[in-house]
């Protein structure tokens, strides 16, 4: 049916929340040409469903009315599901939007789960919705857990992921740091930039983690000479790890030869046996 633009509502959940200005305008003049081909959803509320973007666009090419498709009696769940595969069959969402969308998603699955058991079976419901979601929309679990995290984190770290100012997969890695504070110094790093690579980021994170000492060596620098910073520790640690092998060998090596002589087999592998046998606590 043919319903008044001015009657609908745009969702306060639609997974989408970044609209493309130049995308929208694009649309809007092929509405002004062939119009809306494809009917867009709304619920019996008259609230948008799928299709906000061809009903901004119709807003804008100046139409009165617009062709609608009214389902009725979708819960919260059904219909934010429903926003979510139209959004990634069309224009595919951000990580952020996603994990805005997956939030609200696992909200009402959990809200109609808890609705149909008493309170005796009443349980945590998060592992096993995450799986379940996963499998109804065919993303991974990993993918839905990550982009959860991911719309938790600060603005100013959501909105650089959004406009592509840094990369997520970065913020994920910080997130692996142990140190809460630590963890907020370095995502601070990740805005200005100072990681030349995911790779350099993933040994800085590596160190701190290790050592707080190695923090103070490395969080005062950026670009290459953090690279050049990385590349000193790797050669200190190996040269270190080397050179207390070789003080144990020669350390033990008199005692060993001694110990040799008394043995009675000109077999290396048995006598390193029996080296094994005797210092075996």
């Known amino acids: 049916m043919e319903m008044e633009i001015k009657k609908i509502k745009p969702s306060p959940n639609n997974p989408r929340y970044v609209f493309d200005?130049?995308?929208?305008?694009?649309?809007?003049?092929?509405?002004?040409?062939?119009?809306?081909?494809?009917?867009?959803e709304i619920d019996e509320n008259n609230v948008i469903i799928c299709g906000e973007r061809r009903w901004r666009a119709s807003k804008l090419a100046g139409l009165k009315?617009?062709?609608?498709?009214?389902?009725?009696?979708?819960?919260?769940?059904?219909?934010?599901?429903?926003?979510?595969?139209?959004?990634?069959?069309?224009?595919?969402?951000n990580i952020v939007e996603k994990g805005v969308a997956f939030?609200?998603?696992?909200?009402f699955k959990k809200d109609d789960?808890?609705?149909a058991r008493d309170d005796k079976h009443k349980s945590d419901y998060h592992s096993k919705g995450i799986k379940e979601l996963a499998d109804e929309l065919g993303e991974s679990s990993w993918t839905i857990r990550e982009a959860?995290?991911?719309?938790?984190?600060?603005?100013?770290?959501?909105?650089?992921?959004?406009?592509?100012?840094?990369?997520?997969?970065?913020?994920?890695?910080?997130?692996k740091l142990d140190d809460e504070d630590m963890k907020?110094?370095?995502?601070?790093?990740?805005?200005?930039?100072?990681?030349?690579?995911?790779?350099?980021?993933?040994?800085?994170v590596d160190w701190i983690n290790k050592s707080p000492d190695y923090a103070k060596?490395?969080?005062?620098?950026?670009?290459?000479?953090?690279?050049?910073?990385?590349?000193?520790?790797?050669?200190?640690?190996?040269?270190?790890?080397?050179?207390?092998?070789?003080?144990?060998l020669m350390q033990a090596f008199p005692y060993i030869e001694e110990?040799?002589?008394k043995f009675q087999s000109s077999s290396l592998s048995r006598f390193i046996e029996h080296l094994r046998d005797k210092f075996t606590i």
């Open 217 to 248: 060596v490395l969080m005062n620098k950026s670009g290459e000479d953090l690279k050049t910073a990385l590349e000193h520790l790797r050669d200190t640690e190996l040269i270190t790890k080397q050179d207390i092998k070789k003080t144990v």
């Open 21 to 40: 200005k130049k995308a929208i305008e694009e649309l809007t003049e092929t509405i002004k040409t062939q119009g809306v081909i494809h009917p867009i």
């Open 113 to 115: 789960f808890l609705k």
């Open 65 to 93: 009315t617009i062709p609608v498709t009214i389902k009725k009696g979708l819960t919260n769940f059904q219909k934010l599901q429903r926003q979510y595969i139209e959004n990634a069959q069309h224009r595919d969402l």
């Open 148 to 175: 959860m995290s991911l719309a938790e984190e600060e603005k100013t770290i959501t909105d650089a992921i959004e406009k592509e100012e840094i990369s997520y997969s970065h913020v994920i890695i910080a997130n």
């Open 259 to 261: 110990e040799y002589k």
């Open 103 to 107: 939030k609200n998603m696992m909200k």
């Open 184 to 204: 907020e110094k370095v995502k601070e790093k990740i805005l200005n930039n100072d990681f030349s690579s995911r790779e350099v980021l993933k040994d800085t």
